[in-house]
């Protein structure tokens, strides 16, 4: 019988305990400030407003005046923000900016990337910003269309186009003082093959028949990014110059590659 009993005390000190021991859990969760629990929490979609304009595949001329608005069916609560996403086909999505407003003027984002398709959405977020707990649209965020350019290729953007020019005529000199060969220096100006490198100029055929995975622009970025990956008949890899993609900036080799497509496109 006494056995009985401190097996029935023991039981009930291990229950005691067990309980005292979520009580702590409890009382440190209370302690805890609504943020810190946020931020430990990742994406938090307060809801999915709906994208009013501009309207589905509506196509801009250029990238000037593009204003994305949308609806939400109440106002945002003190830490709610709405995040505004834009992305190109086959791209990830990427957050343009959080805002509050339910508009979002968005040409000087657009100023340095390509023409083409583009699609976007806006998801209404709570928590801190720049946390990147928040690295998703919510499901039920509807996902829109808008085209700028024409429909028919090339679309390109003239100033990523301008800006490119420098880089392909003249390389760059880095901060410290690294000069990095210009695309002109191989590919030259009469807009012939020729031993050091294969021609540019008018050949946006030929380059988009290079691969069938690819787009134009695809192409050509990829052959910045690793030259040797896809070396044409005639040529052997090494040829090219290999560190445009470590030295150049993201917005550099953008630019370069939109004035390298204008050079096939003449
Ligand atoms: C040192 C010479 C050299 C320089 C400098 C150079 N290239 Fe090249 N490029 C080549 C050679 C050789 C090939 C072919 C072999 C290969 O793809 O690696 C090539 C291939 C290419 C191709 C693919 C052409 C095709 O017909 O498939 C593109 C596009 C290209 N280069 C763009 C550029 C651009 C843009 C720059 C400047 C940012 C540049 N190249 C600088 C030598 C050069």
Redesign the pocket.
């Known amino acids: 019988m006494t056995r009985y009993i401190a097996l029935f005390l023991t039981c009930f000190l291990l229950l005691t305990a067990c309980g005292a021991d979520e009580t702590d859990t409890d009382l440190t969760n209370a302690e805890s400030t609504p943020e810190s629990a946020l931020a430990a929490e990742d994406a938090i979609f307060a809801d999915a407003p709906q994208p009013v304009i501009p309207t589905d595949d509506t196509v801009f001329d250029d990238h000037r005046d593009i204003t994305l608005k949308w609806e939400w069916h109440r106002p945002l609560n003190d830490d709610e923000y709405f995040d505004v996403r834009i992305w190109q086909p086959g791209e990830r999505d990427q957050t343009v900016s959080f805002v509050t407003e339910k508009e979002l003027y968005v040409s000087d984002w657009l100023q340095t990337k390509p023409w083409g398709i583009y699609l976007w959405s806006v998801t209404a977020v709570t928590g801190e910003i720049g946390t990147d707990g928040k690295d998703a649209i919510s499901p039920n965020s509807p996902i829109r269309r808008f085209i700028i350019g024409e429909i028919d290729s090339p679309r390109l953007n003239p100033v990523l186009v301008e800006n490119g020019e420098a ?2 005529n003249n390389g760059i000199t880095t901060a410290d003082g690294n000069i990095i ?3 002109l ?3 030259t100006a009469d807009g012939l093959d020729n031993a ?3 021609a ?1 100029i008018g ?1 946006w055929d ?2 988009e028949a ?1 691969n069938e995975l690819l787009s134009v622009r695809e ?2 970025h990829a ?2 990014l690793d ?2 990956e ?3 008949e005639g ?3 090494w ?3 290999q560190e ?1 993609a470590t030295i150049l900036t993201d917005e550099q080799l953008r630019a ?2 939109e004035y ?1 497509l204008s050079l096939a496109a003449q």
């Open positions: 880089i392909y060969p210009s695309c220096s191989c590919h050091l490198a294969p540019i050949q030929r380059l290079r192409y050509v052959s910045l030259p040797n896809f070396v044409p040529y052997g890899p040829l090219m110059y445009y370069v590659v390298t």
